[in-house]
């Protein structure tokens, strides 16, 4: 399909226009990014792969994040998959409540979401002296750090996968439970390959925010060097010692795994597309390819189903 | 399988889908449910199929209960409006889905599905998508599907409604021959009337979440039991007249009607078919001659011509009657219209065979 383009525009607006976007893109985006890369590599790669992993306190925060973020994602894979499904097959007083609510991380600074934790989970908080109790330290340990992750990454799982359900409806579903399909079996087969690339473009989206998360997890954290700092804290922390090779050679690795995410968005986002185009075709029937004859040797097929 | 419905009632919100509805499917009958949309047909399909719980009543199945029976465990076969076949399954699995949950061995599965890719006429197609197929073949496939976990009834909505007409008619014969064969209770629902008396053994005709009438397709068009089931079975001509003393009155035509024995006056509807009506070239006009007396008399009605339609073998008149405003079709077969040759402004008379009574419901009377 040809998006309508406009032709009237005087060849030099036209320039102009093209020369500030992409100036605007390149002096933002693609310059700094370079020159972290630049400033990483600046004394080669075995510089590089020694800031990395000979400082026991970056190979910690390294660690710390492969952990938190996936520990997160996976909570809000389970909690949006949940969700979604609640929202798009069931209408229920506060239901939009819900919707809304799910949105609030995207609203609330970061920084707001950890004090939040914290008054909550702190020492003097309103759960932290039970958990306290029971051996369970939150707040300055990672367990917070999980729950701040989880926060700030919230809505991205849940809002990518309610329009996706909302257009597929529920009438496969249906189909499956009338086969005789269990509710375990109708997810598995049925709804969860029918949504899987919306929930892996959620997944990816919200793994990159998890990697990338400084405000709320400050916060929680306590800024512990080698027991609480994931990587966007190392970053900042070698960059106050002025150690900055070290910390750009850290940021590369963000970088680089922002790149790797795009590509993937790219990809998944291919495929959304390719699903919501067969998902119209299926609705829509050509049936001009039908060219089938029907009325052949009935007796000898209907035999065996006359139980 | 037989199906008893007894006292169903389901409202959405303050919409009420079914009012108190019992019905009986005896076994291996083919029954339609007919009416407009909103009449409750759909929910009435879902609600045997367990898609659906009722606010009240019982289903019962050879007279066991299964009201409280979860879907899944109802072994009823259910062919969607729009399929709702799996989209990233291929065909064969999609027919295979409820043998493969049932965790069927695998020799078995491939048997039963070519088996049933040979009766729905796909052969060779198993490999493809559902997105790959014309809408004829999803249908098929879906009836396919639901014929996979051998079900003791076949439900299905609308089965025919996103087809277009040659696809329509085609499978709608296809499906009466399968029924036929295989002799499962079915129900199916639908609102286009032709389709229900071509296809179906019995007719249940639907409105408001009531059923209005039910009976084979010829009592039911022969006979209708109330002004709606006349109404939307369509294609009918409707006047005022009145009754009184056990004869109805249409301009003046008097139609036996013994249902209303009384003396006192009344308004009723009276419903022509256009098919049932005789239309003639009226004799030359006597001069000082009384139309109404006349047309008393004979039984027949004088009126002039509009306009002739022909759509292919039917012919339509389309005429006033005298004194009236409302326009009166009569239906002809072609060839006797062609030899006939009315013009629009000639003078006929007309004569009905049939004529159908209703007086207006008793709850308006006062």
Known sequence: MSKPTITSAHPLTHGLLVAAATGIVGLLIVVPLASVFAEAFAEGPAAWWRALAHDPDTRHAIWLSLTVAPLAVAINTVFGVATAWLVSRFRFPGRSLLITLCDVPFSVSPVVAGLALVLIFGRQGLLGPTLESLGWKVIFSWPGLVLATTFVTLPLVVRELIPVMEAIGPEEELAAVSLGASGWQVFTRVTLPNIRWALLHGIVLANARAMGEFGAVYVVSGHIAGATDTMPLRVEKLFQEYRTPASMAVASVLAGLALITLVAKVVIERRLEAEARELEAARSLPDTLDTTPLDTGFSTATKGLTS | ?366
Not at chain 2, 33 to 61: F, Q, V
Request: contains cysteine; charged residues 25%.
């Open chain 2, 1 to 366: 399988m037989s199906i008893h419905i007894r006292g169903v009632s389901k409202s959405f919100g303050t919409f009420k889908a079914l009012d108190n509805v019992s019905l009986d499917v005896p076994q291996g009958t083919l029954l339609a449910l007919l009416g407009p949309s909103g009449s409750g047909k759909t929910t009435l399909l879902r609600i045997i199929a367990g898609l659906e719980w009722p606010d009240s009543g019982r289903i019962e199945e050879d007279g066991e209960d299964i009201t409280d029976r979860h879907a899944r465990q109802r072994e009823v076969g259910f062919v969607f409006q729009h399929y709702a076949l799996f989209r990233h399954m291929s065909v064969f699995e999609n027919i295979a889905f409820g043998l493969r949950v049932r965790k069927a061995p695998k020799q078995e599965v491939e048997a039963k599905v070519n088996e049933l890719l040979h009766l729905v006429r796909l052969d060779g197609l198993g490999a493809r998508k559902p997105a790959q197929l014309s809408g004829g073949q999803r249908q098929r496939v879906a009836l396919a599907r639901a014929l996979a976990i051998r079900p003791k009834i076949l439900l299905l909505d609308e089965p025919f409604g996103a087809l277009d007409a040659k696809v329509r008619v085609e499978l709608r014969q296809w499906l009466r021959r399968l029924h036929d064969e295989i002799g499962m209770t079915s129900v199916f629902v639908t609102h286009d009337q032709e389709e229900a008396f071509e296809l179906a053994d019995e007719v249940v005709v639907m409105n408001h979440g009531r059923i209005e009438q039910r009976g084979t397709p010829e009592e039911v068009f022969e006979h209708p039991a109330t002004p709606f089931v006349m109404d939307f079975l369509g294609n009918v001509n409707v006047f005022h007249g009145r009754v009184e003393k056990g004869q109805a009155f249409w301009h003046g035509i008097p139609i036996d009607y013994p249902d209303y024995p009384h003396s006192q006056a009344r308004p009723a509807r009276v419903y022509l078919r256009p098919h049932e009506l005789d239309i003639a070239r009226a004799a030359a006009e006597q001069p000082g001659g009384n139309a109404a007396t006349a047309a008393a008399v004979t039984g027949s009605l004088p009126a002039s011509v509009l306009r002739i339609a022909r759509s292919g073998a039917i012919s339509r008149v389309s005429c006033r009657p005298d004194g009236s405003d409302t326009e009166l079709h009569v239906d002809l077969p072609t060839d006797t219209a062609r030899d006939l040759s009315l013009q629009p402004g000639e003078r006929v008379t007309i004569t009905p065979r049939k004529v159908r009574v209703f007086l207006p419901d008793p709850e308006y009377v006062i």
